[in-house]
């Protein structure tokens, strides 16, 4: 015999089961959703930090490469460094 219009019975939206798996989906979904925006926001952080790595001599050598520098600047930049 069913009560009232039917979703009584443990699976409907806000009762039982079918409210326990409503409830389970919504926090997920709220989880997700601040994990994504935690690593958007830090992703930026990361390639910070990996590029701080570099070497004084990496970054001079991609300063020359790029025509920053000339040859000369070049050469006497990386003996002071190498000294």
Same mark, same amino acid.
């Given at each position: 015999?069913? =009560?009232?219009?039917? @979703?009584?019975?443990? =699976?409907?939206?806000? $009762?039982?089961?079918?409210?326990?798996?409503?409830?389970?989906?919504? =926090?997920?979904? !709220?989880?997700?959703?601040?994990? =994504?925006?935690?690593?958007?926001?830090?992703? %930026?952080?990361?390639?910070? @930090?990996? /590029? %701080?790595?570099? $070497?004084? +001599?990496?970054?001079?050598?991609?300063?020359?490469?790029?025509?920053? !520098?000339?040859? /000369? /600047? @070049?050469?006497?930049? &990386? &003996?002071? +460094?190498? %000294?």
């Amino acid at each position: 015999m069913m =009560w009232g219009n039917g @979703f009584m019975n443990g =699976w409907g939206p806000g $009762t039982g089961i079918g409210g326990m798996f409503m409830m389970l989906l919504f =926090w997920g979904l !709220i989880i997700a959703g601040l994990v =994504w925006l935690y690593r958007l926001f830090m992703k %930026s952080d990361r390639t910070e @930090f990996i /590029d %701080s790595r570099e $070497t004084p +001599l990496d970054i001079l050598k991609k300063r020359y490469a790029r025509g920053e !520098i000339n040859k /000369d /600047d @070049f050469e006497r930049m &990386k &003996k002071d +460094l190498e %000294s």
